[in-house]
Every structure is written in C-alpha cells, then in structure tokens.
Nanobody, 114 residues
Framework: QVRLVESGGGLVQPGGSLRLSCLAS????????MRWYRQAPGKEREFVAFISSTGGWSTYGDSMKGRVTISRDNAKNMVYLQMNNLKPEDTAVYSCYIPSLDYWGQGTQVTVSS
C-alpha cells in the first residue's frame, strides 16, 4: 500500500540547517508530483514546497522561499527538503504529501530553538 515515511527532523539552533527526507513506497514514485507542508501548533497547515515528477520544476511557499530547496531521487524513491538559516518560527511538523492520491506522511518534528 501507499506509504510515506519522513525523517531528519530534530532540534536545531537558529541559523542552523536540516535536511528532511521522505521515503515513498506503494505507488509509481517516478511519475508522481510531491509536496512538503508544515503545521505549527495552533496554526493551519502551510505549503512549503512542490516538485514535479521529474524534478525539473519546483515551487516554494512564501514563508521559506530562499531558505529551502526541494529535490528528489527517483532511483531511491526519495524526496528531500534542505532547510537553511532556520528560525524559531519554522518550528513545526513537516510532512510530505502526494497531491494525486491525497495521501500524507506522518510527519517529522522540527524544533528551532537556542
């Protein structure tokens, strides 16, 4: 069955970096567009990044634009989110999402704090 497993979250100091990973299975990953979202406590879920099936096209939400890069490795069924210059307001659960299947991963917690 379809499965998304995120990893790479954790505690990082302001200004630090993290790379999140999302391992996909149960569907044809190489022809599937992917997205990352985040949700902070008490706030609505927020779009972070999109990548096309081939990796040739990506878009970003306003909140992290310029500090985040989405990428993918279709040979490994992986999608990544490189986050730099992290701020306390980036603290959230980050989840990957399959738009065509309306399927969410369980998420990984990112906490930015000194």
């Amino acid at each position: 069955q379809v499965r998304l497993v995120e990893s790479g979250g954790g505690l990082v100091q302001p200004g630090g970096s993290l790379r999140l990973s999302c391992l996909a299975s149960g569907f044809t990953f190489s022809i599937t567009n992917m997205r990352w979202y985040r949700q902070a406590p008490g706030k609505e879920r927020e779009f972070v990044a999109f990548i096309s099936s081939t990796g040739g096209w990506s878009t970003y939400g306003d909140s992290m634009k310029g500090r985040v890069t989405i990428s993918r490795d279709n040979a490994k069924n992986m999608v990544y989110l490189q986050m730099n210059n992290l701020k306390p307001e980036d603290t959230a659960v980050y989840s990957c999402y399959i738009p065509s299947l309306d399927y969410w991963g369980q998420g990984t917690q990112v906490t930015v704090s000194s």
